[in-house]
């Protein structure tokens, strides 16, 4: 049974970091590209970052590049997203998936997600 769990989340001031961690179980890491999406209270769920599974490369919305890194460990099956000079507006649950560009494996579904809040 393929699951996604992401941790990390929690209360920062502005300008504050964290790190958030995706561990998947059921599967391995390595072949799929992970994503990093999030959704805020009463917002649509938007994209923040895909990277990419065979091959160098990672793409970011325009509103966090320059702030956030996405990277993985395949070892430990876990990707994270670096959040850095975070802003009240990243205030969101943050969720992880396979795949990238929309696509995702038939079956997979959100996970629980972990909450960002940004605040001083």
């Known amino acids: 049974q393929v699951q996604l769990v992401e941790s990390g989340g929690g209360l920062v001031q502005p300008g504050g970091s964290l790190t958030l961690a995706c561990t998947g179980s059921?599967?391995?890491?390595?072949?799929?590209?992970m994503s990093w999406y999030r959704q805020a209270q009463g917002k649509s769920r938007e994209w923040v970052a895909s990277?990419?599974?065979?091959?160098?490369?990672?793409d970011y919305a325009d509103s966090v590049r320059g702030r956030f890194g996405i990277s993985r460990d395949n070892s430990k099956n876990t990707a994270y997203l670096q959040l850095n000079d975070l802003k009240p507006e990243d205030t969101a649950v943050y969720y992880c998936?396979?795949?990238?560009?929309?696509?995702?494996?038939?079956?997979?579904?959100w996970g629980q997600g972990t909450q960002v809040t940004v605040s001083p």
């Open positions: 998936r396979r795949g990238r560009d929309g696509r995702f494996p038939p079956g997979d579904t």
């Open positions: 990277d990419r599974a065979v091959s160098a490369g990672t």
């Open positions: 059921g599967f391995s890491m390595n072949i799929y590209p």
